[in-house]
């Protein structure tokens, strides 16, 4: 029974999170961005993290992680910068159009979180959320157990 109720909420989790990235496009569009990239963008600006250790924190490949960074450090909103923990894995820090462009970014989905935030009660999000990153932590506790 547990099972049909969890393999619901998964594709209702799957469905959603297409949703999310179709409306990250259209918020990201106005900064020449896409959901991806504004990811990246939104970590960078936590400062002093490798590539991958912004892949880890995203939940995302490595070597997409790298390959973003890479196109976002030629059109200048990122820099790459030495790291003194490890000399081949270096800093991705944002840049001043980096930030602007994020700030652009951020604005409009201030707005449309706002527009759909006010349909909920915050205790029916907070509990949703809470459900959404119990199941994360069991799916990363079995992966790690994995191998």
Do not use: C
């Amino acid at each position: 029974m547990g099972g049909d109720a969890f393999a619901a909420f998964a594709i209702t989790a799957l469905r959603l999170a297409a949703h999310l990235t179709a409306a990250g496009d259209r918020l990201a569009k106005p900064a020449g961005q896409t959901s991806a990239r504004w990811q990246v963008l939104a970590t960078a600006r936590r400062g002093d993290m490798s590539v991958a250790q912004i892949a880890r924190t995203l939940g995302l490949a490595r070597q997409g992680v790298q390959r973003l960074t890479d196109v976002l450090a030629g059109e200048g909103l990122i820099a790459y910068a030495e790291n003194p923990q490890h000399q081949r894995a270096k800093l991705v820090r944002l840049t001043g159009e980096g930030a602007e462009r994020l700030g652009v970014i951020e604005m409009a989905q201030a707005g449309w979180a706002d527009g759909l935030g006010a349909a909920f009660a915050s205790a029916e999000l907070d509990a949703a959320r809470a459900v959404m990153a119990r199941v994360m932590g069991m799916l990363e506790e079995a992966e790690v157990s994995s191998g």
